[in-house]
């Protein structure tokens, strides 16, 4: 049966690898859904929840140990601009914890037996601003401010009992810094992902900088990248490992490019199950996909990495 309480998925991780899932918004889309909003998938934990649950579902049933919330654009913020007044806001936060939980159990009433996790996703600043900076980084905001935007959605996310919080395509040290602030004293364990350019942060910092702080935080239990290209994985594992000593979190795109203005992708896919396994050996230990990666990948990463498991 599925379970979010033995063991920690700290322990997972120290003990060999574990499957995250896949990206959201593509499976939402695949079901027909239309997120051409401000809010992305974030919309459909008001509109449409039952939709949510089932693409959370989808990920467990094709190997996934981990699912991140649809959090990722869901801020107060955010909702404000939609009609939705505070407490609303903070419910459908709440809601999105609830939504992969209630995943998870569905899992487990369908024959899943290994332990399965909830990760609630704290998107960057950037993904509020819903304009595409999230792959720029470099807002004009302060560490301070930027921790006092984060600290109040974290605060609700913490409470609402995920195992994990996911502080996620992160374009930008100094955001890291202050997301590293923002979750002290929560009591809830986080991983902290940047999206890349190469060997350096999409802001331009160098990952050996962008991941030192996280070194030192007892809250972090993985730091790596995701929504980034496949090939740019390798060397981010290798720098994380060696920065932080923690187990590396990587789940890429699938390869093809984000048109933040035609708010569309293209190019090809690059992404493959055979990559994943160098990048064990390399150091990542929770490896899954981000955009336009689906259930199908998920299912290959599952049979690279846990064969028969």
Known sequence: ???????????????????????????????????????????????????????HLAYFLAGADVAITASYQATFEGFARRGHGREEAARLLRLSVELAREAAGQAGEAGVERPL?????????????????EYRGRYGLSGIELERFHRPRIEVLAAAAPDVLALET????????????????????AWLSYTV?????????????AFAPAADADEVIAVGVNCCAP???????????????????????????WDAEARAWTGRTRFGAEQVEAWRES??????GCCRVGPDAIASIRATLRPGA
């Open 117 to 133: 996790w909830v990760a609630a996703s704290v998107g960057p600043y950037g993904a509020m601003l819903a304009d595409g900076s």
């Open 283 to 288: 150091g990542a230990r929770l490896i899954g």
């Open 1 to 55: 049966m599925a379970s979010n309480t033995s063991p920690s998925l700290a322990a997972a991780l120290a003990a060999g690898a574990v499957v995250l899932d896949g990206g959201m918004s593509n499976q939402l889309e695949s079901a027909g859904h239309d997120l051409s909003d401000e809010l992305w998938s974030a919309r459909l934990l008001a509109e449409r929840p039952e939709a949510v649950a089932e693409a």
């Open 231 to 257: 090939e740019d994985v390798a060397p981010a594992v290798e720098i994380a490992a060696r920065v932080t000593g923690k187990p590396v979190v990587v789940y890429p795109n699938s390869g093809e490019a």
């Open 170 to 189: 992160v374009p930008d040290a100094d955001e890291g810094t202050a997301l590293l602030r923002a979750i002290r004293g929560l009591g809830v364990p």
């Open 197 to 209: 350019d190469g060997r350096r942060t999409r802001a331009g910092q160098p990952l050996e900088d």
